[in-house]
């Protein structure tokens, strides 16, 4: 099986910071990546599929890069909505694969 | 609007088994792919099992293979997960996930709001 690794496992930011998490892959997954963002009590939400394809509705502050086996999520300013636990899935194969979870957390 | 509706949850006794359903609604269900994932309490995501739109391509993680079911009916646009031989490392919520059309692979860009299934005595 395909392995994620996600870091940090814990951010500590600010509002308005520039943020950026890293999923490593054990093997090559090509651009078959995906994020989302989990709030308390909630199921996760879509954020961006294909390494750095934005989901709709999702706000420009977010995005996405990579290929092969390390990839990143950024956020480019910090907004308080933001704050909550991110996964990165990989999709290359037919059984899928979530990294371990980052939880943003406020400064 | 895509709705997902995830049922079947409770409590059961290691070895027990349940069936989990997930009533899918405001999109052309047999043509998509489905998911089921799952969260243990304070835990991370995993992906439990997945099925075609057909239904004939399923697959299951190495943890519940051999255990647990996946199936759908197409014509009751409802998702299925049946669950046996239960162990106390299969609580989580359960969540059923649409997937892609046309294909057994992808992302998943709705979500049930989850079922809880507690194994214990």
């Known amino acids: 099986d395909i392995q994620m690794t996600q870091s940090p496992s814990t951010l500590s930011a600010s509002v308005g910071d520039r943020v950026t998490i890293t999923c490593r892959a054990s093997?090559?997954?090509?651009?078959?990546l995906a994020w989302y963002q989990q709030k308390p009590g909630k199921a996760p939400k879509l954020l961006i599929y294909?390494?750095?394809s934005l989901e709709s509705g999702v706000p420009s502050r977010f995005s996405g890069s990579g290929s092969g086996t390390e990839f990143t999520l950024t956020i480019s300013s910090l907004q308080p909505d933001d704050f909550a636990t991110y996964y990165c899935?990989?999709?290359?194969?037919?059984?899928?694969?979530f990294g371990q979870g980052t939880t943003l957390e406020i400064k | 609007e895509v709705q997902l509706l995830d049922s079947g949850g409770g409590l059961v006794q290691p070895g027990g088994s349940l069936r989990l359903s997930c009533a899918a609604s405001?999109?052309?269900?047999?043509?998509?792919?489905m998911s089921w994932v799952r969260q243990a309490p304070g835990k991370g995501l995993e992906w439990v099992s997945g099925?075609?739109?057909?239904?004939?391509?399923?697959y299951y993680a190495d943890s519940v293979e051999g255990r647990f079911i996946i199936s759908r009916d197409n014509s009751k646009n409802t998702l299925s997960l049946y669950m046996s031989s239960l162990r106390a490392e299969d609580t989580a919520i359960y969540y059923c996930?649409?997937?892609?059309?046309?294909?057994?692979?992808?992302?998943?860009?709705?979500w049930g709001q989850g079922t809880l299934v507690t194994v214990s005595s």
């Open positions: 996930a649409k997937g892609l059309v046309g294909a057994t692979r992808g992302y998943f860009d709705y």
């Open positions: 405001g999109f052309s269900f047999k043509s998509y792919a």
């Open positions: 099925l075609s739109g057909s239904g004939v391509s399923t």
């Open positions: 093997q090559s997954i090509n651009s078959w």
């Open positions: 294909k390494t750095s």
């Open positions: 899935q990989q999709y290359s194969s037919d059984l899928y694969t």
